[in-house]
């Protein structure tokens, strides 16, 4: 069985102090057993996420890692200072870095190796520009994608390793994907974790939803057999809409 996960992205958003009290409000509520809850803050937030969920059952963790271990890379965040932190979960290969950043799917793939040597749970992000979709490529484009981003990465366990299917032309566009459509590109990149790493592993990897992930689309998505939650940008920013997501998740 697959525990349900509702992440949430919040981008470039929040300071520390506006993170902290979010946080707190959130454990102010009761939170549904059901699906599990992590947050994907800004780096800064960092430290106010572990102050404020440590100990409780909300997981938090980063957006981007850097590909190198240590050493001169001005600017970058490694994987260990992530886990000294407490990130169970960090974000690599969102379509936003993959296009603002050149991030291909070999550094994808690097970043996972350093996530996983620190004990962190990778949430891989793939999926489709409109074009390919319109052309009829996007089960083709994502597998590749998912492909070269996991070359040479051996994940372990399946609890290790999150995929999220996040087609770039629903993202903050307001415009999601169907349930029936997203349901169908999960289904095929469970049968490419399969033929990796056999059946019963990719039985056990979460395949979250997302892009324009809503209270009101939320239930209809995650009814999905293979879609094992969301991963939420804009919703996940205001404590109503997250708690609501939360709730659809079952
Ligand atoms: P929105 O939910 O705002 O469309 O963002 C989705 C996303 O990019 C999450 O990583």
């Known amino acids: 069985m697959r525990k349900k996960l509702v992440a949430g992205n919040w981008k470039m958003h929040k300071t520390l102090t506006e993170a902290k009290v979010w946080l ?9 057993s059901s699906a599990e ?3 994907m803050v800004p780096f800064t937030s960092l430290p106010a996420a572990q102050e404020v969920l440590s100990g409780s059952p909300v997981a938090f963790g980063a957006q981007d890692v850097s590909a190198h271990q240590e050493g001169a890379y001005t600017g970058e965040i490694s994987a260990k200072m992530l886990a000294d932190l407490g990130c169970k979960y960090t974000i690599i290969g969102h379509s936003e870095r993959r296009a603002y950043h050149k991030e291909p799917d070999l550094l994808v793939a690097e970043k996972a190796k350093r996530l996983l040597e620190a004990n962190i749970a990778p949430i891989l992000c793939v999926g489709e520009p409109l074009e390919v979709r319109e052309a009829g490529e996007a089960v083709f484009y994502t597998l590749k994608q998912l492909e070269g981003s996991l070359q040479g990465v051996n994940p372990g366990s399946p609890h290790n390793l999150v995929i999220a299917y996040e087609p770039v032309w629903a993202i903050g566009t307001g415009k999601n994907a169907t349930p029936d459509d997203a349901e169908n590109m999960h289904d095929e990149i469970r049968s490419w ?3 990796r790493f056999g059946k019963e592993y990719a039985a056990g990897v979460r395949i979250l939803y997302g892009g324009s992930v809503k209270p009101d689309n939320a239930a209809a998505l995650f009814a999905q057999p293979n879609i094992d939650g969301g991963l939420a940008g804009g919703a996940s920013l205001q404590l109503e809409s997250y708690l609501l997501l939360l709730g659809a998740a079952r």
């Not at 707190?24 to 549904?32: A, G």
């Open 24 to 32: 707190q409000e959130l454990l102010s509520h009761t939170l549904p």
């Open 193 to 195: 974790l399969s033929s």
């Open 37 to 39: 809850a992590a947050l």
